[in-house]
C-alpha cells in the first residue's frame, strides 16, 4: 500500500529539514508522530436513549476504527456517575490509520471550523504532544448528509517522540499543522 501524502511530507520534507535545523546526525534521531488519540466525554450526552451507539458510530466514522469505552473509576454524587459507568470514548489511532485522519483533520476539519485563526503553540506540552479540543464534531467530512440530533466535541491529542517543545512545535510546523506565528 502506497504511503500517504503526509507520511510523504514527512519523510521528503520534515526529516531533512529537522535533520538540519536540530543537528540531527543519524535519521532515527529525528522526532517522530507515535500516536493520535481522539477522546470524547459523553457527560450530558449519555442521559438521552440510544446516544451512545450514536457517538460510537460517529467517532468510529471519524477516525476508521470502533472507539474503546472509558468507565468512571469511582462514584461522584455531584456529576451524577458511578463506578463503572461508561463516561466517554478513546480511540487510538497509530500508523496508516494515524497518517489518513490527520490529513482530513489538517486539509479538510480544521479550515472548516468557526472563528479559527490557528492553533496556538501553546497547545504543545513540553513533552511534545498537541491536543486540539474541537467544539463540534461535524466539522469533519465523514459527517456530512448523516442524521444529526445532538453535536458534541471531542478532543485530538498527538504524540511525538521529541526530546524538547521546540522540535515538536517545529515538526508540526513543518507537517502543515497551522500553528499561529508569534
Avoid: W
Amino acid at each position: 500500500m502506497a504511503p500517504s501524502a503526509l507520511q510523504n511530507k514527512y519523510q521528503k520534507d520534515a526529516l531533512p529539514a529537522m535533520q538540519t535545523r536540530f543537528g540531527h546526525a543519524n535519521v532515527m534521531a529525528v522526532p517522530r508522530l507515535q500516536k493520535t488519540v481522539v477522546n470524547i466525554g459523553i457527560g450530558r450526552i449519555a442521559r438521552e436513549k440510544g446516544s451512545d451507539e450514536e457517538v460510537v458510530k460517529f467517532i468510529t466514522g471519524i477516525t476508521g476504527q470502533k472507539p474503546t469505552p472509558c468507565l468512571a473509576r469511582k462514584s461522584i454524587a455531584a456529576f451524577k456517575t458511578r463506578a463503572g459507568q461508561v463516561i466517554g470514548y478513546k480511540a487510538t489511532l497509530r500508523g496508516r490509520r494515524m497518517f489518513d485522519f490527520l490529513e482530513r483533520f489538517i486539509s479538510a476539519a480544521i479550515p472548516r471550523m468557526r472563528d479559527f485563526r490557528g492553533i496556538d503553540p501553546k497547545a504543545v506540552d513540553a513533552g511534545g504532544n498537541l491536543t486540539v479540543g474541537v467544539r463540534e464534531h461535524i466539522i469533519f467530512p465523514e459527517t456530512i448528509g448523516e442524521d444529526m440530533r445532538m453535536i458534541f466535541g471531542l478532543e485530538v491529542t498527538t504524540t511525538t517522540n521529541a526530546k524538547t517543545r521546540e522540535e515538536a512545535v517545529e515538526l508540526f510546523r513543518l507537517l502543515g499543522f497551522p500553528l499561529k506565528r508569534h
